[in-house]
Protein backbone atom coordinates (compact mmCIF):
# COMPACT_ATOMS: atom_id res chain seq x y z
CA UNK A 1 0.00 0.00 0.00
CA UNK A 2 1.91 2.93 -0.66
CA UNK A 3 0.20 6.28 1.66
CA UNK A 4 1.18 10.06 1.07
CA UNK A 5 0.95 11.28 4.32
CA UNK A 6 -0.34 14.88 5.04
CA UNK A 7 -3.96 14.94 3.64
CA UNK A 8 -6.77 16.05 6.47
CA UNK A 9 -9.57 13.34 6.20
CA UNK A 10 -12.42 14.87 5.43
CA UNK A 11 -16.37 13.57 4.80
CA UNK A 12 -18.85 10.49 5.34
CA UNK A 13 -18.61 6.90 5.78
CA UNK A 14 -20.21 3.91 6.04
CA UNK A 15 -19.23 1.33 8.71
CA UNK A 16 -18.10 -2.00 7.61
CA UNK A 17 -20.00 -4.88 9.96
CA UNK A 18 -17.93 -6.45 12.57
CA UNK A 19 -15.60 -9.33 12.34
CA UNK A 20 -15.53 -10.76 15.42
CA UNK A 21 -19.47 -10.32 15.27
CA UNK A 22 -19.83 -12.40 12.37
CA UNK A 23 -16.94 -15.28 12.80
CA UNK A 24 -18.44 -16.97 15.98
CA UNK A 25 -22.10 -16.80 14.41
CA UNK A 26 -20.69 -18.70 10.95
CA UNK A 27 -20.02 -21.00 13.35
CA UNK A 28 -23.09 -20.99 15.45
CA UNK A 29 -24.82 -21.30 12.27
CA UNK A 30 -24.08 -24.88 12.57
CA UNK A 31 -26.14 -25.66 15.06
CA UNK A 32 -29.01 -24.33 13.23
CA UNK A 33 -28.88 -27.10 10.64
CA UNK A 34 -30.99 -24.89 8.56
CA UNK A 35 -30.81 -21.88 6.32
CA UNK A 36 -29.18 -18.35 7.66
CA UNK A 37 -29.06 -15.16 6.01
CA UNK A 38 -26.55 -12.92 7.60
CA UNK A 39 -26.56 -8.94 6.39
CA UNK A 40 -23.97 -6.69 6.90
CA UNK A 41 -21.43 -9.34 7.00
CA UNK A 42 -17.99 -7.33 5.98
CA UNK A 43 -15.95 -8.99 2.36
CA UNK A 44 -13.06 -10.20 4.81
CA UNK A 45 -10.11 -12.58 4.28
CA UNK A 46 -11.09 -14.22 7.52
CA UNK A 47 -15.14 -14.65 6.59
CA UNK A 48 -13.66 -16.42 3.01
CA UNK A 49 -12.10 -18.84 5.43
CA UNK A 50 -14.76 -19.52 7.60
CA UNK A 51 -17.23 -20.18 4.56
CA UNK A 52 -14.32 -22.19 3.24
CA UNK A 53 -14.37 -23.80 6.29
CA UNK A 54 -18.23 -24.71 6.32
CA UNK A 55 -17.69 -25.96 2.61
CA UNK A 56 -15.12 -27.93 3.63
CA UNK A 57 -17.92 -29.34 6.01
CA UNK A 58 -20.51 -29.92 3.47
CA UNK A 59 -22.44 -26.49 4.05
CA UNK A 60 -23.61 -24.86 1.47
CA UNK A 61 -22.25 -21.16 2.16
CA UNK A 62 -21.74 -18.33 -0.50
CA UNK A 63 -21.12 -14.35 0.16
CA UNK A 64 -22.88 -11.75 -2.65
CA UNK A 65 -21.82 -8.76 -1.66
CA UNK A 66 -22.42 -8.02 2.02
CA UNK A 67 -25.12 -10.44 1.99
CA UNK A 68 -24.33 -14.30 3.32
CA UNK A 69 -26.26 -17.00 2.64
CA UNK A 70 -25.56 -20.61 4.87
CA UNK A 71 -26.94 -23.72 4.77
CA UNK A 72 -25.75 -26.36 7.27
CA UNK A 73 -28.38 -29.15 6.78
CA UNK A 74 -25.89 -31.19 5.00
CA UNK A 75 -22.98 -31.09 7.28
CA UNK A 76 -20.98 -34.30 6.56
CA UNK A 77 -17.51 -34.40 8.70
CA UNK A 78 -16.47 -32.79 11.66
CA UNK A 79 -12.82 -32.88 11.20
CA UNK A 80 -11.23 -28.98 10.23
CA UNK A 81 -7.52 -29.36 8.56
CA UNK A 82 -4.77 -27.91 9.62
CA UNK A 83 -4.90 -25.12 6.87
CA UNK A 84 -8.15 -23.81 7.84
CA UNK A 85 -7.57 -23.58 11.46
CA UNK A 86 -4.22 -22.03 11.17
CA UNK A 87 -5.16 -19.10 9.52
CA UNK A 88 -7.71 -17.51 12.41
CA UNK A 89 -8.36 -17.64 15.93
CA UNK A 90 -11.92 -17.71 15.69
CA UNK A 91 -12.27 -21.49 14.40
CA UNK A 92 -11.75 -22.64 17.59
CA UNK A 93 -15.38 -21.78 17.94
CA UNK A 94 -16.28 -24.58 15.62
CA UNK A 95 -15.53 -26.75 17.93
CA UNK A 96 -18.38 -26.29 20.33
CA UNK A 97 -20.22 -26.08 17.45
CA UNK A 98 -19.56 -29.53 15.96
CA UNK A 99 -19.61 -31.68 19.11
CA UNK A 100 -23.09 -30.12 20.12
CA UNK A 101 -24.69 -30.93 16.51
CA UNK A 102 -22.18 -34.18 15.60
CA UNK A 103 -21.56 -35.18 18.79
CA UNK A 104 -17.73 -35.05 17.97
CA UNK A 105 -15.34 -32.70 16.82
CA UNK A 106 -11.28 -33.10 15.51
CA UNK A 107 -9.66 -30.15 15.04
CA UNK A 108 -6.23 -28.80 14.85
CA UNK A 109 -5.33 -25.47 17.31
CA UNK A 110 -6.41 -22.21 15.72
CA UNK A 111 -4.02 -20.03 14.38
CA UNK A 112 -4.60 -15.66 14.59
CA UNK A 113 -2.56 -13.07 15.01
CA UNK A 114 0.82 -13.70 16.87
CA UNK A 115 0.05 -12.19 20.30
CA UNK A 116 1.99 -13.70 22.28
CA UNK A 117 0.61 -17.25 23.80
CA UNK A 118 -2.72 -17.90 23.31
CA UNK A 119 -3.69 -21.26 24.57
CA UNK A 120 -7.06 -22.86 24.41
CA UNK A 121 -7.01 -24.57 27.91
CA UNK A 122 -10.44 -22.56 28.83
CA UNK A 123 -12.32 -23.72 26.11
CA UNK A 124 -11.20 -27.21 26.69
CA UNK A 125 -12.08 -26.79 30.43
CA UNK A 126 -15.34 -25.78 30.10
CA UNK A 127 -16.47 -28.27 27.58
CA UNK A 128 -15.05 -31.26 29.97
CA UNK A 129 -17.11 -29.64 32.61
CA UNK A 130 -20.25 -29.89 30.63
CA UNK A 131 -19.74 -33.63 30.24
CA UNK A 132 -17.93 -33.67 26.42
CA UNK A 133 -14.47 -36.00 26.69
CA UNK A 134 -11.76 -33.97 25.17
CA UNK A 135 -8.04 -35.53 23.83
CA UNK A 136 -5.29 -33.39 22.98
CA UNK A 137 -2.42 -34.83 21.28
CA UNK A 138 -0.81 -34.52 17.97
CA UNK A 139 -1.47 -31.17 17.38
CA UNK A 140 -5.32 -31.41 17.65
CA UNK A 141 -8.00 -31.54 20.20
CA UNK A 142 -10.60 -34.09 19.55
CA UNK A 143 -13.78 -34.05 21.15
CA UNK A 144 -16.71 -36.76 21.64
CA UNK A 145 -19.80 -36.37 23.65
CA UNK A 146 -22.01 -39.71 23.41
CA UNK A 147 -25.23 -38.31 24.51
CA UNK A 148 -26.33 -34.72 24.48
CA UNK A 149 -24.33 -31.96 26.27
CA UNK A 150 -25.39 -31.43 29.62
CA UNK A 151 -26.64 -27.62 31.33
CA UNK A 152 -23.83 -27.19 34.46
CA UNK A 153 -22.83 -23.61 35.71
CA UNK A 154 -19.69 -22.36 34.66
CA UNK A 155 -17.34 -19.44 36.58
CA UNK A 156 -15.14 -18.34 34.15
CA UNK A 157 -11.43 -17.51 36.13
CA UNK A 158 -11.60 -14.96 32.88
CA UNK A 159 -14.07 -13.19 30.85
CA UNK A 160 -12.18 -14.76 27.82
CA UNK A 161 -14.23 -13.81 24.76
CA UNK A 162 -13.40 -17.37 22.70
CA UNK A 163 -14.16 -19.33 25.89
CA UNK A 164 -17.46 -17.43 26.31
CA UNK A 165 -18.49 -18.18 22.62
CA UNK A 166 -17.59 -21.72 23.46
CA UNK A 167 -19.79 -21.91 26.57
CA UNK A 168 -22.96 -20.67 24.57
CA UNK A 169 -22.35 -22.81 21.60
CA UNK A 170 -21.91 -26.07 23.61
CA UNK A 171 -24.71 -25.01 26.23
CA UNK A 172 -27.80 -23.69 23.23
CA UNK A 173 -28.31 -27.65 22.63
CA UNK A 174 -27.74 -29.30 26.16
CA UNK A 175 -29.75 -30.81 27.99
CA UNK A 176 -30.70 -28.38 31.08
CA UNK A 177 -29.60 -25.02 31.64
CA UNK A 178 -26.28 -23.76 31.85
CA UNK A 179 -24.70 -20.36 33.78
CA UNK A 180 -21.64 -18.65 32.36
CA UNK A 181 -20.72 -16.34 35.78
CA UNK A 182 -17.82 -14.07 34.82
CA UNK A 183 -18.47 -13.70 31.29
CA UNK A 184 -17.08 -11.77 28.72
CA UNK A 185 -19.57 -8.91 27.72
CA UNK A 186 -18.46 -7.54 24.66
CA UNK A 187 -20.66 -6.33 22.02
CA UNK A 188 -19.93 -9.24 19.76
CA UNK A 189 -21.14 -11.63 22.64
CA UNK A 190 -24.34 -9.85 22.64
CA UNK A 191 -24.30 -10.22 18.88
CA UNK A 192 -24.03 -13.55 18.97
CA UNK A 193 -26.86 -14.00 21.63
CA UNK A 194 -29.28 -12.05 19.27
CA UNK A 195 -28.21 -14.18 16.53
CA UNK A 196 -28.98 -17.51 18.37
CA UNK A 197 -31.87 -15.83 19.98
CA UNK A 198 -33.38 -15.30 16.80
CA UNK A 199 -32.76 -18.89 15.92
CA UNK A 200 -35.25 -20.05 18.64
CA UNK A 201 -32.09 -20.66 21.70
CA UNK A 202 -33.63 -19.22 25.29
CA UNK A 203 -30.69 -16.70 26.26
CA UNK A 204 -30.91 -14.65 29.11
CA UNK A 205 -28.17 -11.92 30.23
CA UNK A 206 -27.67 -10.58 33.41
CA UNK A 207 -26.73 -7.36 34.53
CA UNK A 208 -23.97 -8.02 35.46
CA UNK A 209 -23.21 -9.50 32.34
CA UNK A 210 -23.86 -13.59 33.31
CA UNK A 211 -25.76 -15.86 30.88
CA UNK A 212 -28.01 -18.01 31.93
CA UNK A 213 -28.92 -20.30 28.67
CA UNK A 214 -31.83 -23.39 28.76
CA UNK A 215 -30.74 -25.98 26.04
CA UNK A 216 -33.69 -26.34 23.71
CA UNK A 217 -34.22 -29.37 21.16
CA UNK A 218 -33.26 -27.82 18.02
CA UNK A 219 -32.57 -24.16 16.04
CA UNK A 220 -33.55 -22.87 13.10
CA UNK A 221 -32.67 -20.72 10.41
CA UNK A 222 -33.17 -16.97 10.55
CA UNK A 223 -32.20 -13.79 8.77
CA UNK A 224 -30.03 -11.55 10.98
CA UNK A 225 -28.53 -8.20 10.57
CA UNK A 226 -24.55 -8.52 12.20
CA UNK A 227 -23.80 -5.38 14.19
CA UNK A 228 -21.42 -2.45 13.22
CA UNK A 229 -17.65 -3.03 13.69
CA UNK A 230 -16.50 -1.01 16.90
CA UNK A 231 -12.62 -1.29 16.28
CA UNK A 232 -13.10 -0.66 12.13
CA UNK A 233 -14.73 2.73 13.48
CA UNK A 234 -11.58 3.46 16.04
CA UNK A 235 -9.72 2.86 13.12
CA UNK A 236 -11.14 5.55 11.12
CA UNK A 237 -11.11 8.17 13.85
CA UNK A 238 -7.81 7.72 14.95
CA UNK A 239 -7.04 8.23 11.26
CA UNK A 240 -9.35 11.23 11.17
CA UNK A 241 -7.65 12.57 14.38
CA UNK A 242 -3.97 12.17 12.76
CA UNK A 243 -4.23 13.74 10.38
CA UNK A 244 -6.07 16.82 11.58
CA UNK A 245 -9.79 15.60 9.46
CA UNK A 246 -13.27 16.05 10.32
CA UNK A 247 -14.90 12.06 9.67
CA UNK A 248 -18.63 11.12 9.89
CA UNK A 249 -18.68 7.35 10.63
CA UNK A 250 -22.46 6.11 9.38
CA UNK A 251 -23.21 3.31 11.49
CA UNK A 252 -20.87 3.38 14.58
CA UNK A 253 -22.69 3.16 17.41
CA UNK A 254 -21.40 5.52 20.51
CA UNK A 255 -22.81 3.07 22.97
CA UNK A 256 -20.12 0.54 22.40
CA UNK A 257 -17.46 2.96 22.76
CA UNK A 258 -18.25 4.21 25.69
CA UNK A 259 -14.46 4.02 27.44
CA UNK A 260 -12.60 5.30 23.71
CA UNK A 261 -14.64 8.08 23.24
CA UNK A 262 -13.65 9.63 26.35
CA UNK A 263 -10.32 9.21 25.14
CA UNK A 264 -10.70 10.64 22.17
CA UNK A 265 -12.03 14.06 23.76
CA UNK A 266 -8.96 13.79 25.95
CA UNK A 267 -6.63 14.68 23.23
CA UNK A 268 -8.62 17.57 21.95
CA UNK A 269 -11.09 15.56 19.61
CA UNK A 270 -14.86 17.25 19.00
CA UNK A 271 -17.42 14.11 19.15
CA UNK A 272 -20.66 15.07 17.80
CA UNK A 273 -22.81 11.57 18.68
CA UNK A 274 -26.32 10.34 17.16
CA UNK A 275 -27.02 6.26 18.75
CA UNK A 276 -25.81 5.28 15.02
CA UNK A 277 -23.22 7.91 13.85
CA UNK A 278 -19.95 9.28 15.03
CA UNK A 279 -18.50 12.44 14.03
CA UNK A 280 -15.06 13.51 15.16
CA UNK A 281 -13.37 16.90 14.76
CA UNK A 282 -9.57 16.79 14.79
CA UNK A 283 -7.49 19.57 16.71
CA UNK A 284 -4.64 21.35 14.95
CA UNK A 285 -2.50 19.20 17.77
CA UNK A 286 -3.67 16.12 19.72
CA UNK A 287 -2.86 16.10 23.19
CA UNK A 288 -1.31 13.28 24.69
CA UNK A 289 -4.23 11.39 26.63
CA UNK A 290 -1.55 10.36 29.36
CA UNK A 291 -2.93 6.69 30.09
CA UNK A 292 -4.52 3.82 28.42
CA UNK A 293 -5.19 0.79 30.21
CA UNK A 294 -6.76 -2.02 27.99
CA UNK A 295 -9.16 -4.26 29.87
CA UNK A 296 -12.52 -6.55 29.23
CA UNK A 297 -15.17 -4.73 27.99
CA UNK A 298 -16.32 -2.56 28.96
CA UNK A 299 -12.76 -1.25 29.33
CA UNK A 300 -10.72 0.47 26.52
CA UNK A 301 -10.39 -2.53 23.88
CA UNK A 302 -6.89 -4.63 23.63
CA UNK A 303 -7.60 -4.27 19.85
CA UNK A 304 -7.73 -0.39 20.16
CA UNK A 305 -4.39 -0.19 21.46
CA UNK A 306 -2.27 0.07 18.25
CA UNK A 307 -4.78 2.56 16.93
CA UNK A 308 -4.60 5.04 20.06
CA UNK A 309 -0.85 4.53 20.12
CA UNK A 310 -0.25 5.75 16.44
CA UNK A 311 -2.46 8.81 17.95
CA UNK A 312 -0.50 9.38 20.91
CA UNK A 313 2.87 9.12 18.62
CA UNK A 314 2.08 12.39 17.22
CA UNK A 315 0.37 14.03 20.26
CA UNK A 316 1.82 16.92 22.39
CA UNK A 317 3.12 14.97 25.42
CA UNK A 318 3.61 11.63 26.85
CA UNK A 319 1.33 8.28 27.12
CA UNK A 320 1.88 5.23 29.12
CA UNK A 321 -0.18 2.41 27.13
CA UNK A 322 -0.66 -0.80 29.78
CA UNK A 323 -2.07 -3.77 27.94
CA UNK A 324 -4.01 -6.33 30.40
CA UNK A 325 -5.11 -9.04 28.04
CA UNK A 326 -1.88 -10.03 25.52
CA UNK A 327 1.12 -10.86 26.41
CA UNK A 328 2.95 -9.14 23.56
CA UNK A 329 0.21 -6.53 21.59
CA UNK A 330 2.98 -4.12 20.95
CA UNK A 331 4.80 -5.53 18.15
CA UNK A 332 4.00 -2.83 16.01
CA UNK A 333 5.78 -0.07 18.36
CA UNK A 334 9.25 -1.27 16.36
CA UNK A 335 7.51 -0.65 12.92
CA UNK A 336 5.99 2.76 14.21
CA UNK A 337 9.73 4.35 14.84
CA UNK A 338 11.08 3.61 11.69
CA UNK A 339 8.33 6.37 10.90
CA UNK A 340 9.70 8.49 13.87
CA UNK A 341 7.80 7.78 16.18
CA UNK A 342 9.28 7.54 20.30
CA UNK A 343 8.02 4.23 21.72
CA UNK A 344 9.97 2.35 24.43
CA UNK A 345 8.12 -1.30 24.83
CA UNK A 346 8.79 -3.08 28.37
CA UNK A 347 6.55 -6.47 28.37
CA UNK A 348 3.49 -5.35 28.71
CA UNK A 349 3.70 -1.22 29.13
CA UNK A 350 4.66 1.40 26.37
CA UNK A 351 6.16 4.67 26.63
CA UNK A 352 4.82 7.08 24.01
CA UNK A 353 6.73 10.41 24.00
CA UNK A 354 4.60 12.36 20.97
CA UNK A 355 6.85 13.89 17.80
CA UNK A 356 5.90 17.01 15.96
CA UNK A 357 5.83 14.92 12.55
CA UNK A 358 5.90 11.71 11.48
CA UNK A 359 8.40 10.71 8.34
CA UNK A 360 7.85 8.05 5.58
CA UNK A 361 9.58 4.86 5.29
CA UNK A 362 8.63 1.52 4.51
CA UNK A 363 7.12 -0.61 7.21
CA UNK A 364 5.35 -4.13 7.75
CA UNK A 365 2.20 -5.08 9.38
CA UNK A 366 3.00 -7.24 12.37
CA UNK A 367 -0.48 -8.17 12.81
CA UNK A 368 -4.00 -7.03 12.15
CA UNK A 369 -4.01 -4.45 14.84
CA UNK A 370 -0.69 -3.50 14.55
CA UNK A 371 -1.10 -3.04 10.59
CA UNK A 372 -4.24 -0.81 10.91
CA UNK A 373 -1.71 1.43 13.03
CA UNK A 374 1.14 1.48 10.69
CA UNK A 375 -1.55 2.81 7.88
CA UNK A 376 -2.92 5.32 10.32
CA UNK A 377 0.33 6.72 11.11
CA UNK A 378 1.45 6.57 7.25
CA UNK A 379 -1.71 8.86 6.54
CA UNK A 380 0.19 11.63 8.56
CA UNK A 381 3.91 10.65 7.76
CA UNK A 382 5.83 13.65 5.41
CA UNK A 383 6.42 11.67 2.21
CA UNK A 384 5.35 8.44 1.04
CA UNK A 385 5.23 5.32 3.38
CA UNK A 386 5.24 2.21 1.57
CA UNK A 387 3.26 -0.46 4.02
CA UNK A 388 3.76 -4.41 3.44
CA UNK A 389 1.62 -7.34 4.55
CA UNK A 390 -1.24 -6.59 3.72
CA UNK A 391 -2.78 -10.17 4.45
CA UNK A 392 -2.94 -9.04 8.25
CA UNK A 393 -4.63 -5.92 7.13
CA UNK A 394 -7.32 -8.38 4.77
CA UNK A 395 -8.22 -10.30 7.48
CA UNK A 396 -10.37 -7.55 9.68
CA UNK A 397 -10.94 -4.44 7.06
CA UNK A 398 -12.95 -4.20 3.90
CA UNK A 399 -11.07 -2.36 1.41
CA UNK A 400 -9.72 0.20 3.70
CA UNK A 401 -8.22 2.03 0.98
CA UNK A 402 -10.97 2.53 -0.86
CA UNK A 403 -12.95 4.17 2.28
CA UNK A 404 -9.80 6.46 2.81
CA UNK A 405 -9.28 7.30 -0.44
CA UNK A 406 -13.39 8.33 0.08
CA UNK A 407 -12.22 10.62 2.54
CA UNK A 408 -9.55 12.32 0.65
CA UNK A 409 -6.78 10.10 1.21
CA UNK A 410 -4.24 9.58 -0.94
CA UNK A 411 -3.80 5.47 -0.88
CA UNK A 412 -3.19 2.94 -3.48
CA UNK A 413 -2.58 -0.61 -3.66
CA UNK A 414 0.06 -1.15 -5.52
CA UNK A 415 0.41 -5.17 -7.50
CA UNK A 416 3.29 -7.05 -6.76
C1 LIG B 1 -11.13 -12.05 20.94
C2 LIG B 1 -11.04 -11.19 19.69
C3 LIG B 1 -9.77 -10.37 19.69
C4 LIG B 1 -9.68 -9.56 20.98
C5 LIG B 1 -9.85 -10.46 22.19
C6 LIG B 1 -9.91 -9.70 23.50
C7 LIG B 1 -12.20 -12.51 18.04
C8 LIG B 1 -12.12 -13.27 16.79
N1 LIG B 1 -11.05 -12.05 18.53
O1 LIG B 1 -10.00 -12.94 20.90
O2 LIG B 1 -9.80 -9.49 18.57
O3 LIG B 1 -8.41 -8.94 21.03
O4 LIG B 1 -11.07 -11.21 22.09
O5 LIG B 1 -10.95 -8.77 23.47
O6 LIG B 1 -13.28 -12.25 18.57
N2 LIG B 1 -6.88 -17.17 27.17
C9 LIG B 1 -6.33 -18.29 27.79
N3 LIG B 1 -6.90 -19.52 27.54
C10 LIG B 1 -7.96 -19.68 26.71
C11 LIG B 1 -8.52 -18.54 26.08
C12 LIG B 1 -7.96 -17.29 26.33
O7 LIG B 1 -5.37 -18.18 28.55
O8 LIG B 1 -8.43 -20.82 26.53
C13 LIG B 1 -6.27 -15.85 27.40
C14 LIG B 1 -5.64 -15.27 26.13
O9 LIG B 1 -4.35 -15.79 25.91
C15 LIG B 1 -5.65 -13.81 26.43
C16 LIG B 1 -6.94 -13.64 27.24
O10 LIG B 1 -7.28 -14.92 27.73
O11 LIG B 1 -4.56 -13.46 27.21
C17 LIG B 1 -8.10 -13.07 26.46
O12 LIG B 1 -8.35 -13.86 25.35
P1 LIG B 1 -9.83 -13.97 24.72
O13 LIG B 1 -10.74 -12.99 25.35
O14 LIG B 1 -10.20 -15.40 24.71
O15 LIG B 1 -9.55 -13.49 23.22
P2 LIG B 1 -9.96 -14.20 21.88
O16 LIG B 1 -11.32 -14.77 21.99
O17 LIG B 1 -8.84 -15.06 21.42
Known sequence: ????????????????????????????????????????????????????????????????????????????????????????????IFLGA????????DVAYPGGCDLGARPVDYHVAILRQMGVQVEESGGRIVCRSPGR??????????????????????????????????????????????????????IRTGRDG???????????????????????????????AVTGGEVRLKGARPAHLTAV?????????????????ITLTAPARLRAPGTVCTMPYPGIPTDAGPLLMAMASVADGTTVFVENIFENRFRCAAELCRLGARIRVENRVAVVQGVEQLYAAHVACTDLRGGAALLTAGLCAQGTTVLTGLRHLDRGYQVPEIYLQKLGACVRRRDV
Not at 180 to 193: G, N, Q, S, T, W
Not at 261 to 277: A, K, M, N, V, W
Request: glycine share 8%; proline share 5%.
Open 98 to 105: LVSRCGQA
Open 261 to 277: LPLLEQTGCRLLLTPDS
Open 210 to 240: SLEIEGVAALHGCTFSVMPDRIAAVTYLAAA
Open 149 to 202: ITGVPLSLLFPSVGATETAILAAVLAEGTTTVVHAAREPEIRDLCRFLRCCGAR
Open 1 to 92: MVIEGGRPLRGEIPLQGAKNSVLPILAAAVLTGSRCRLRNCPQLRDVDIMLETLRYLGCRAEQQGNTVEVDTAAISRCDIPEEYMRQLRSSV
